[in-house]
């Protein structure tokens, strides 16, 4: 998974499509004074779907020392493509917190999650 500016790659997912992570990379924002970064440009078709995470969902830890990952990260978004936006963040966050079993996650987690109308 590609690192953009400090913070996992984006995910898009094209209407009926699989999920997908963008190839894109960067340094983190502010830790280097000369750091150049570049725009990217994604055209979203109605229906597509763009989340975009910080890392703590993917490193969230469960009592065996795994994480979260990737892996379980794309499959939890596909299962959510019927659902609504909304809908589908808050299925990935039930997701985690049942692989992690327990309440409430160890790292702070933000998702935001945009549709193309």
Not at 40 to 64: A, M, W
Request: net charge negative; hydrophobic share 40%.
């Amino acid at each position: 998974m590609s690192i953009v500016a400090g913070h996992p790659a984006p995910i898009l997912v094209r209407k009926g499509g699989c999920p997908e992570c963008l190839d894109v990379c960067g340094f983190p924002i502010g830790m280097v004074d000369e750091a150049a970064y570049e725009e990217s440009v994604i055209d979203l078709q109605p229906g597509d779907r763009l989340y975009l995470h910080s890392d703590g969902l993917t490193e969230e830890i469960n009592d065996c020392n795994e994480e979260f990952g990737s892996e379980r990260l794309l499959a939890a978004i596909a299962e959510g493509q019927t659902l609504g936006l909304q809908e589908s963040v808050e299925l990935l966050i039930q997701k985690v917190i049942a692989w992690r079993a327990r309440e409430h996650l160890k790292d702070d987690v933000s998702i935001l999650a945009i549709s193309a109308a």
